[in-house]
């Protein structure tokens, strides 16, 4: 069966974007993108909300045209547009690029979705994957702790109704000090 893993990158202090939606701090290097190309082209499939995926597909399916593009960006590219994808909105009625739309998240449709052949999913955006969380439906998370400290923002785990406990599978970290904590989801 396959999994639902969360992939997100935040601050030391725990947020994942600053104000005003604020990303620029991620330290994405090369070596971390090529991190990034790897458990993402071993997916099956990738599911965001409508903000993330309109932010997703005003960028990647044209970044690798620019002959300044840096090659891990060319492969993801590549990745971004071939891999299928998921977006949850309840005002989109059609998007491009591989993608179906889907209304609302149900857990019994979601349950169905990873029962069916294929890699693992990747989930990404905030909203969804607070929801997600709310259901207990998220199997791994993969949290991506950049060396910086926001002092304010969106944090990642934002829902206080939501307890999880969480066993360390393993972690990593990067030259340009980004560690990566993986912690799958024991249901209870």
């Not at 969480?166 to 990593?172: A, F, M, P, S, V």
Request: glycine share 10%; hydrophobic share 40%; with cysteine.
């Amino acid at each position: 069966m396959r999994r639902i893993i969360l992939m997100m990158s935040v601050s030391l202090d725990g947020f994942l974007e600053g104000l005003d939606r604020d990303i620029s701090w991620h330290r994405v290097d090369d070596e971390l993108h090529r991190h990034f190309n790897e458990q993402c082209r071993a997916m099956g499939a990738f599911m965001d909300g409508r903000v993330t995926h309109e932010l997703m597909a005003d960028f990647w399916p044209t970044a690798d045209q620019d002959p300044d593009t840096p090659a891990p960006m060319v492969q993801f590219a590549g990745i971004w547009r071939d891999m299928p994808k998921f977006v949850f909105s309840r005002t989109l009625t059609q998007a491009g690029w591989n993608t179906t739309v889907i209304h609302d998240v149900v857990p019994e449709h979601i349950a169905e979705l990873k029962a069916q052949p294929g890699g693992d999913i990747g989930l990404g955006g905030a909203n969804l994957a607070a929801t997600f969380m709310r259901y207990g439906l998220v199997d791994e998370f993969r949290i991506y702790v950049h060396p910086v400290v926001l002092g304010q923002g969106r944090p990642l785990f934002e829902a206080p109704d939501v307890r999880m406990n969480l066993r360390l599978e393993g972690t990593q970290s990067f030259g340009n000090g980004v560690v990566l904590l993986r912690y799958s989801n024991d249901g209870t």
